[in-house]
């Protein structure tokens, strides 16, 4: 995972550099975002869970996911009213710190570090954990401690959208034909598959090196570092509890740790801004937390039998 990291890394850079070069902009992300969402990782995501070998444990991962993000929210919300820190500075440290970038980070960051991880797993987190949680609690948590907050709601309109996205499809598709037994497909067709799914990881490496800003990080510097104290170092620990708790071992366990301490969700600026949070926290959050994963994940690796 080391070299993975390092390799994301200096890709993050190239990105910023294109940027600072005026070759890309800012804007331009939404162009990667797209190709990734839409083609790369439907097709990462199709392929591992149609080579997977399906366990029991599989179907507890989400359930592990759900108790991870709870563990961090309740003490989050309570810690921030003990504070009486402002609604839209609190709900953007409760955001940042309670949801991981496990899908465009996490899914492809795994896949590319080779053994010890189960990547099956990881979708099945990602899916049915991160992907539900993002539109109910951080939704919630956003519309409650928003600027114009009229307390905690849920958009169920936009469940319902993120349940029908192309990887949802892809994962559905490759666990049919894994349970049918087919297990792989004509070279002819998955090698576009696998050509596609290994652009996952440099295009949105390259995604968040255009969206850095390290300037504005000096504005809220102390609220980033609670954050990524957070969401980097107590979700490895609370991810631990839960896996060992949840009777994870080996593949499944490692997989578990490292997605609970995944980067802030790049999802968390896009809600935290409709609902008027303090965007530069959340938006330095995403940046710093991006950045020293690639540091801290693989010594979280390593210690992780």
């Excluded at 049918?180 to 799914?197: K, N, Q, S, T, Y």
């Excluded at 800003?213 to 809220?220: E, K, V």
């Amino acid at each position: 995972m080391t070299a993975t990291a390092v390799g994301a890394l200096l890709i993050m850079l190239s990105g910023a550099g294109v940027r600072h070069a005026g070759i890309l902009r800012r804007e331009d992300g939404i162009v990667l975002v797209r190709i990734v969402l839409f083609l790369a990782l439907p097709s990462l995501v199709f392929l591992v869970l149609l080579r997977a070998h399906l366990e029991p444990a599989l179907a507890l991962v989400p359930l592990a996911g759900w108790a991870i993000h709870l563990a961090l929210l309740v003490p989050l919300i309570l810690g921030v009213r003990r504070l009486g820190l402002d609604p839209p500075r609190g709900g953007a440290l409760i955001v940042a710190t309670a949801v991981g970038n496990t899908g465009f980070f996490g899914i492809p960051l795994i896949a590319a570090s080779g053994d010890g991880f189960s990547v099956a797993a990881a979708v099945m987190y990602d899916t049915f954990a991160t992907g539900l949680i993002t539109w109910t609690s951080t939704v919630a948590v956003a519309s409650a401690f928003g600027e114009d907050a009229r307390g905690p709601r849920v958009d169920l309109r936009q469940v319902g959208r993120a349940l029908v996205l192309p990887p949802m499809w892809a994962m559905v598709a490759g666990l049919a034909l894994n349970l049918a037994g087919v297990h792989d497909l004509p070279r002819e067709i998955e090698r576009p598959f696998e050509i596609l799914g290994a652009a996952v990881l440099p295009l949105v490496m390259i995604y968040a090196g255009l969206m850095i800003d390290l300037r504005g990080i000096r504005r809220s510097w102390r609220e980033v570092a609670a954050v990524t104290v957070g969401r980097l170092g107590l979700g490895a620990l609370v991810g631990l509890g839960v896996g060992l708790a949840f009777g994870f071992a080996g593949d499944t366990l490692r997989t578990v740790v490292v997605l609970a301490a995944m980067p802030t969700a790049m999802m968390s600026l896009v809600i935290g801004g409709q609902f008027r949070l303090r965007t530069d926290i959340l938006a330095g959050a995403v940046a710093v937390t991006t950045l020293l994963a690639t540091a801290t994940l693989p010594a979280i690796r390593a210690l992780v039998a």
